[in-house]
C-alpha cells in the first residue's frame, strides 16, 4: 500500500463522517410514508381523471369533486396500505441484511408492476364507465375470455389510445416510485436494528386495522364511501382498485352469500310471489299450437317507446302496439345479454353478480320453453349474427333445446363484416323472415338475437343525430321490414311472433336508480294471436315462459320462478331486477332500489319500503339457494 501522509488520512475518516450526517437517520421510514402518500395522491389525482372524463355526461363542479375526494379518502387510505406492504417487507429485511444493492432491484421491479396495474385500471375504469355505468370489477375478466367481444364493441382507434394513456401513464408513475426510492441505505447498529424492528411490530397493529378500515364490526367495503342521492357521484368517489379486488369476492360462489332468513321466513315471504300454475287463464291464441319466433331486442328499453313517452324514435314498434296483445308493464330481470336470454328462455331469475349462462354445469340444468315445446314435437332453432360462442351461449342454447344454430359463420366474409359484433341487423332479420316462410313439416321455434342496437351503434342508417337513439331507430325499421313481409305470407295465419328486449340500457337521465331504466316492452304479434290487447299487469321478462306454455296448454312446473301472469292464481303481480351490487323490486305499493354494498335505498317510492326490502332479500335467497342446488 502507498504511503499517505497522515493528513490525508484523517481527511478522509472526516469525508466518510459528513456522508453518513448527511444521509437522514430515518431514511428508511421516509421513504414508506412518502410512498404511501405518493400512492394515495396518486389515487386522489385518479378520481379528478375520472371526472373529468365522464364531464360530457355528468358535468363536474368543483364541489362535487371535492365531496368526491374527501368522501372517498378513506377507502384511497386503507387500499394504499396494501401497496406499502411488499416495501414494508422489504425494509424490514434491510434492517437485518446489508443487502441493499439486491432489494432496491426488486422494489424496482415492484413499483414497475404497481405503475402498471395502476395506469390500466384507471384509464379501463374510465373508459369503461361510460358504457356499464359501474366501477370497474373482476366481470370485465369475463369478457377477455374472447377479446373479439373488446373489439367488436369500439374501435381499434379507441383502444390505440388507450393503450397509449397506459404506456405514458405507467412510465410517469414509475417515475414518480423510482424518485423516492433510496439508492443506498446504511447499515445500523445493533440498538437501531433492535429499535427499528419493535418499531415494525407496532405498526403491524395500525397497517391491519387500516386495511380494515377500523375496529368496528364493519370492514373496508365500497358502501363506506356512498354520500349522495347522485348514484354517479358515489361511484365516483369509490376507489377503482378496491372495486376490482372486492369484486374477486363474488363470482360462481355468490350464492353463498345472500342468507337473511331461516327457511321458513324465506318461503313465507316468497309464496305469494311465485304462484307458477296456470288456473284459468285468459286467452289469447287462436291456436294451442302456433309456430312461436321469439326476438329478443338488444337493449330496446321502454324508454325508446311510447310506453315512457318516446313517440319518435321507434314508430313502427309504437304503431304495432296497438295491433298485438301489448304487456305494458313488463320489466328486464337483468342488465345484459347473456343473463337477459336465461331469464326470457328459461324463466329463471338473475343474479348481480352471477351470470348463470358462464356456469355451463348449472346452465344445462335450466328448463327452457325450447326443452318443453321440443317434447311436443316442434323443432327449434337459435339465429344470432354474432359469435355465438360469446359468453358460453352456444354452450346454453345447446343443453337447453335449440337443435340448429345460425350464427355469424352462416354468413359471407362480406356480411360477417357489416358491423362490430357481426352481421348487421337488417340482414339477420332477412334470415330470420327466410326461416319462417320455408316450408315446415313440423311446427318451430325459432329464437333470434338481434346485435346492432349496441354500442358502439355502427349501423347503416343516419336518420337521428344521436348515434344511441338512430341505432333504436334502425331497429325499429328492421322489426316494420320484417312484419310487413311476414303479412303477405302464409306464414303468417299460424305465427306467433315475441317481440321482447334482453333488457333496458342507460341512457340519459336513466340510470339503476330509476325503475324506468328497466322497463321494457314485450309485444306479441301474428296471425295465431285473437285480437289486439293491452295487458297492463305488472311482470317480469322471467314470466313470459310461464305465460306462453299455460296459453298453450303445456305443463310448466319445472318453471319454478316463472308466472303465469294470465292466470287466476297470479294474486301479486310483481317485478325484481337485479344489477351488480343491488336490485330493484317493486309491487302496486311502490319500488324500492336497494344497494347491496352500500346496505341503504339509492331509489324508493310507497310507504311500505321495509316490506319490499324484506321480500326482495328473501327473493335473493330462495333463488340462489336453488341455483346453488343445481
Known sequence: MPYLPKSLYLQTDIQKSIIMKGQPKHKRWIYLVTTYVLTVSLFVIAKAGFMTYQSGEYPLSFSDLSAVVWHGLSLDLSTSIYLILFPFLLIIISLWWNGWKWLRPVLSG???????????????????????????????????????????????????????????????????????????????????????????????????????????ESTTNVGQVYFSQTQYLNHAAVNPLFSFLSSFEHGEKDYFIYHYFSEAECQQLTDRVYTTESILSDTLLRTKRPNVAVILLEGCGAIFTRLEGQTQVMPHFNRLMDEGVNFTNCYGNSWRTDRGTVCTLSGYPSFPNVSVMKMPDKSQTMPSIAASLKKCGYKTSYLYGGDINFTNMRSYLVATGFETLYSMSHFSKEEQKTAK?????????????????????????????????????????????????????????????????????????????????DHGISYGEWDNTKPARNHIPMLWLGGAIRQARTIPTLCNQSDLAATLLGQMGIPHQEFTFSRDILSKSYVYPTAMNTFTSGFLFTDSTGHIVYDLDFKQFTSKKGNDSQRLLQTGKAILQRTSTDLKNR
Do not use: M
Open 110 to 216: 415492484y413499483n414497475l408492476l404497481v405503475s402498471l396495474a395502476l395506469s390500466i385500471i384507471f384509464v379501463s375504469d374510465a373508459s369503461l364507465y361510460e358504457f356499464w355505468h359501474f366501477r370497474l370489477s373482476a366481470s370485465v375478466l369475463e369478457y377477455l375470455e374472447n377479446p373479439s367481444g373488446i373489439t367488436q364493441s369500439v374501435s381499434w382507434g379507441f383502444l390505440l389510445v388507450r393503450l397509449l394513456a397506459i404506456i405514458c401513464l405507467t412510465a410517469l408513475v414509475f417515475r414518480l416510485y423510482q424518485k423516492l426510492l433510496p439508492r443506498q441505505l446504511s447499515p445500523l447498529s445493533l440498538s437501531r436494528r433492535i429499535a427499528s424492528s419493535c418499531l415494525s411490530l407496532l405498526l403491524v397493529g395500525p397497517l391491519l386495522i387500516g386495511i380494515r378500515g377500523g375496529i368496528s
Open 421 to 501: 359484433w357481426g352481421v348487421r341487423d337488417d340482414i339477420t332479420f332477412d334470415a330470420l323472415a327466410r326461416l319462417i316462410e320455408q316450408p315446415h313439416d313440423k311446427p318451430f321455434l325459432i329464437g333470434y338475437s338481434t346485435l346492432s342496437s349496441h354500442e358502439p351503434w355502427d349501423v347503416p342508417t343516419h336518420q337521428l343525430q344521436d348515434p344511441v337513439l338512430n341505432a333504436f331507430h334502425y331497429l325499429d325499421g328492421c322489426i316494420g321490414t320484417l312484419v310487413s313481409r311476414l303479412k303477405q305470407s302464409e306464414a303468417w295465419n299460424d305465427l306467433l311472433l315475441i317481440l321482447i328486449p
